[in-house]
């Protein structure tokens, strides 16, 4: 994994089974401020896309979902 994708499995296992949105990821993730239009980036999407194939290597993968909410990771 890379620095980032480290840090974002890192904070959703810290919030696990409770939904984070895309500006609380972008914010302790990318250290970018709540000032930052969630709309001009897609770098938490990119991100998501490059740890689920990764994830599809493993056996029994733990699953990233986006909900209404945000983000959460099941295990």
């Known amino acids: 994994l890379t620095e980032k994708e480290f840090y974002f499995l890192f904070f959703l296992l810290q919030k696990k089974g409770v939904s984070i949105t895309k500006k609380q990821l972008l914010n302790k ?3 970018l401020s709540h000032n930052y239009s969630i709309s ?3 770098v938490v999407e990119t ?3 490059r740890i689920r194939k990764k994830f599809k290597k493993l056996a029994k993968p ?3 979902i986006k909900d209404s ?3 959460k990771l099941l295990i």
């Open 47 to 49: 991100l998501v896309s």
């Open 62 to 64: 733990p699953k990233i």
């Open 69 to 71: 909410l945000g983000y």
């Open 29 to 31: 993730v990318w250290n």
């Open 40 to 42: 001009d980036t897609r």
